[in-house]
Each structure stands twice: as structure tokens, then as C-alpha cells.
């Protein structure tokens, strides 16, 4: 095998792979890897791609893409070596373009979506049915996700079981019973409007809230992920 060679007719996925296949039989230090051992790697190749399209060049970005396939593809080589239930990168994409296949029947059959929110419903719809031994929305909620992520999408799981939270927070230097800075300069402008109007100001409501937290000594993620559990014991109780 050629990794370096030109010739057209290679495909360059089935080239990656075979290198990977290559790398597992012959790198001592890939072959005592297995799949809980790469996760902090997939973590933390997923955030340089984030960081890559969020304040990065084209060529970072295709790099990352490049690495972030490569846990996949040691992802799939390490299950391809399992003894009792084997599987392997071309098992991986056939589920994929199967999924993707069923998810788009506005695409590949006689479904009509034309507009974005009729697609959502033909996704949803084929999910349900792929899903349908889940008994909660909260099924496959993984609470692994950064704490705001994470909210967003209880949030959303919420509202489809008739939970809504409280609409907002009242301002920071309120719940903190006095005038707040951060850095003793500058107050949010979000939350000195009283509501966030643009994505900036939203940032800085967080961020005063944040700080709100540091002055009274409390643990933002940690006050965060309570509230979450608390979400999440109201979405089931609805449910039942």
C-alpha cells in the first residue's frame, strides 16, 4: 500500500482506513488502546474542531475534520477485533447511509418537506420509529453534555411534555441583593436590559451570572447540573 502515491483510482476513505488497519497491527502503543482508553482523545479532538470553525483558518479546518475522522476509523478498527461482536468502518458508514437514507424521505422517496420545519417533522417521525422501545424523551439525553448544551436540549425535551421552567432569571445583581461588575468595570449589558436581545448580550447575561456566582462563592456548573436534575425529575413526573 502506497499512502503516499497519487494514483486516482484509490479511494482516499478506504486508503485512511487501511493505514489505520495498518497503525493497530503494528504500533505498540495503538494496540494496548481500546475504546474507553480513546475517549479523552475524541474529547478533545472534538473541541480543537469546534475551535477550528469557530476562529479558524480553511486548512485548520480541514485538518481537524482529518483527526476527528481518525478517532472514528480507530474507533471502528478496535471493534472490528472484538470476539464476540465484531463490526468495522464499512458496517458503520452502511448504518449510516441506511439512517440518513430513512430520516430524508423528502430526499430519497415521495415525502414532501419544503420547509425546515416540515423536514424536522419527517426526522422526527423516523426517529420515533427507529426509537420506539425509548419510554421517556429524556432517552438518549447523554449527561455527559457541557452543562448549557445539555440544557438547551432538556429544555426542548421539556416543552414536549408541557414542562416549562420559569421564562428567565432575574437580574443577577438582584438575586445577589447588590450592584455587580465583572472585574469591577464593566455590568452585562443583556442583564441590564432586563432580556438579552442578541446573541453578544445573552453571552454577557452568562457571563454576569457567572461572576454573580464567583462573588457568593457558588459553583456555576455545579448550580447549573442541580437545577438540569431537577428538570429532569419534573419532565418524567409529567410523563408518568
Same mark, same amino acid.
Given at each position: 500500500?502506497?499512502?503516499?502515491?497519487?494514483?486516482?483510482?484509490?479511494? *482516499?476513505?478506504?486508503?485512511? @482506513?487501511?493505514?489505520?488497519?495498518?497503525?493497530? !497491527?503494528?504500533?505498540?502503543?495503538?494496540?494496548?488502546?481500546?475504546?474507553?482508553?480513546?475517549? *479523552?482523545?475524541?474529547?478533545?479532538?472534538?473541541?480543537?474542531?469546534?475551535?477550528? $470553525?469557530?476562529?479558524?483558518?480553511? @486548512?485548520?479546518?480541514?485538518?481537524?475534520?482529518?483527526?476527528?475522522?481518525?478517532?472514528?476509523?480507530?474507533? @471502528?478498527?478496535?471493534?472490528?477485533? !472484538?470476539?464476540?461482536?465484531?463490526?468495522?468502518?464499512?458496517? $458503520?458508514? =452502511?448504518? &449510516?447511509?441506511?439512517?440518513?437514507?430513512?430520516?430524508?424521505?423528502?430526499?430519497?422517496?415521495?415525502?414532501?418537506?419544503?420547509?425546515?420545519?416540515?423536514?424536522?417533522?419527517?426526522?422526527?417521525?423516523?426517529?420515533?420509529?427507529?426509537?420506539?422501545?425509548?419510554?421517556?424523551?429524556?432517552?438518549?439525553?447523554?449527561?455527559?453534555?457541557?452543562?448549557?448544551? &445539555?440544557?438547551?436540549?432538556?429544555?426542548?425535551?421539556?416543552?414536549?411534555?408541557?414542562? $416549562?421552567?420559569?421564562?428567565?432569571?432575574?437580574?443577577?445583581?438582584?438575586? /445577589?441583593?447588590?450592584?455587580?461588575?465583572?472585574?469591577?468595570?464593566?455590568?452585562?449589558?443583556?442583564?441590564? /436590559?432586563?432580556?438579552?436581545?442578541?446573541?453578544?448580550?445573552?453571552?454577557? @447575561?452568562?457571563?454576569?451570572?457567572?461572576?454573580?456566582? =464567583?462573588?457568593?462563592?457558588?459553583?456555576?456548573?455545579?448550580?447549573?447540573?442541580? =437545577?438540569?436534575?431537577?428538570?429532569?425529575?419534573?419532565?418524567?413526573?409529567?410523563?408518568?
Amino acid at each position: 500500500m502506497s499512502v503516499d502515491g497519487e494514483d486516482a483510482s484509490r479511494d *482516499p476513505l478506504r486508503e485512511a @482506513a487501511e493505514v489505520m488497519h495498518a497503525v493497530r !497491527d503494528r504500533c505498540v502503543w495503538t494496540q494496548q488502546i481500546d475504546h474507553r482508553a480513546l475517549v *479523552p482523545y475524541l474529547v478533545e479532538e472534538s473541541a480543537e474542531l469546534i475551535d477550528a $470553525v469557530e476562529d479558524g483558518t480553511r @486548512a485548520e479546518l480541514r485538518e481537524e475534520l482529518g483527526d476527528l475522522l481518525w478517532q472514528v476509523l480507530f474507533h @471502528a478498527e478496535i471493534a472490528s477485533r !472484538d470476539p464476540d461482536d465484531p463490526f468495522d468502518i464499512d458496517d $458503520v458508514a =452502511r448504518g &449510516l447511509t441506511d439512517k440518513m437514507v430513512r430520516r430524508h424521505p423528502h430526499v430519497f422517496a415521495d415525502a414532501v418537506a419544503t420547509t425546515p420545519e416540515e423536514v424536522l417533522v419527517h426526522w422526527n417521525a423516523a426517529k420515533a420509529a427507529e426509537k420506539s422501545t425509548r419510554t421517556s424523551v429524556l432517552d438518549g439525553v447523554s449527561e455527559r453534555m457541557p452543562s448549557l448544551a &445539555l440544557a438547551q436540549k432538556l429544555l426542548s425535551k421539556a416543552a414536549q411534555v408541557g414542562v $416549562v421552567p420559569p421564562a428567565r432569571v432575574q437580574r443577577a445583581d438582584e438575586s /445577589a441583593g447588590g450592584s455587580l461588575t465583572l472585574g469591577d468595570q464593566v455590568h452585562s449589558r443583556g442583564i441590564e /436590559a432586563g432580556e438579552p436581545a442578541t446573541e453578544d448580550e445573552l453571552g454577557d @447575561a452568562l457571563l454576569a451570572l457567572v461572576a454573580t456566582a =464567583r462573588a457568593n462563592g457558588w459553583d456555576a456548573e455545579r448550580a447549573l447540573r442541580e =437545577r438540569l436534575r431537577g428538570l429532569e425529575r419534573e419532565v418524567r413526573a409529567a410523563e408518568a
